[in-house]
């Protein structure tokens, strides 16, 4: 009986350290609502991470333009299997991803002719339609 009380004191502590490394990992990756540069989220399923902005020729909010412009991101998907696949996103356009279509569906800060958008001020709305 004193060998029982023995282990379930070493077991009892061994426990609960495990299960704070589990709690204590890190905050939950994001949904696809917000994401910026660098970080991974989840987007209905799929697990992405924008990595840079190719192009950002959106026209400024405060000058008049000819063309839109668009803004190309590239991306990575890491697959479940610990690959990790490279793919590009166009504002607006989706783009075949896993067993359905991503799509970019806004960026920001708006661009303004009168100020540079730092690589760390972006973020970005995904919308993932497929799957199962």
Sequence with gaps: MQKIMRLAALALPAALALSACATTRGAPLPDGSDVALGQRAYVDGPLVEPVAVIEDSRCPMNARCIWAGRVRVKMLWHRPT?????????????????????????VRP???????????NYRFSFRFAGGL
């Design 110 to 120: 708006e661009k303004r002719s009168d100020a540079t958008i730092k690589p760390q």
């Design 82 to 106: 610990g690959e990790n696949l490279p793919f590009e996103v166009v504002l607006g356009e989706p783009a075949r991803l896993a067993d359905g279509t991503i799509t970019l569906e806004s």
